[in-house]
């Protein structure tokens, strides 16, 4: 990572920059393009999104361990475990707080919308537990590298409202820690993000008035758990040492 030579404060301006413009860009060629009211609008918007953070990677020369996509066989197990828990503590919330039950009919644009997610998906895992969690991660440290790229997950998010960037900060903060404590992404692609995402696009339920002490505790779970996991994760990494 960063065989070239650069000014500190260029890369950190391309690091944060980068997939910003990329995905403004998105955004003005879907408008120039009068897409905007369609349901391949987004796709535009997130190939644009994937194309800069693929631009990243160029540029750092980020390797396949510094985006967490390189199998550790010993930490293989942990990864599968943390992300299922993961999984699981979604569904549930689908199941018993939003009451998820049949799935919606299929449409063209539940199709458009599965594959703007799945870009989606792979372009945030890649920036915000690979690119910018090993840029920050070599500079200053894991722990720094896992809160500070948990903030810009939810300010990335700010189209979602106040509320929307603080729970999704807590989001970035649980998938995070899975990244601090395996040092992997593989699964928080697909299925952990993949499916907190398209779920709703698939199933009936209460999505739009779910309770409002909901709309709390699921954060705070998040926080937990992720904390759980770092606090768990140094414990054992003091214990090895």
Known sequence: MDTVQRPNWLNYLLILLVPIISMALGVGVM?????????????????????????????????????????LREQLQRHVLLSLLIFALYLLFYIFIIRISALKPFSSSTLWGLLTYLIVVFAEELYFRGALYAFLEKRFSAKTA??????????????????GMISRTFTGWLWGSVRYATGMIYLLIIPVHFAYNSIWLLFEGNWNNPPNWAIVVLPAIEFVLGLAIVLFTKRRNKTNE
């Open 31 to 71: 408008f120039l393009l009068g897409l905007n009211q369609t349901d391949y609008g987004n796709v535009i918007v997130n190939l644009f999104f994937l194309t800069g953070v693929i631009v990243l990677l160029r540029l750092f020369k980020f390797s396949s361990a510094d985006l967490g996509l390189k199998v």
């Open 146 to 163: 896992l809160i500070a790229s948990s903030i810009l997950f939810g300010l990335f998010h700010a189209q979602q409202g106040l509320r």
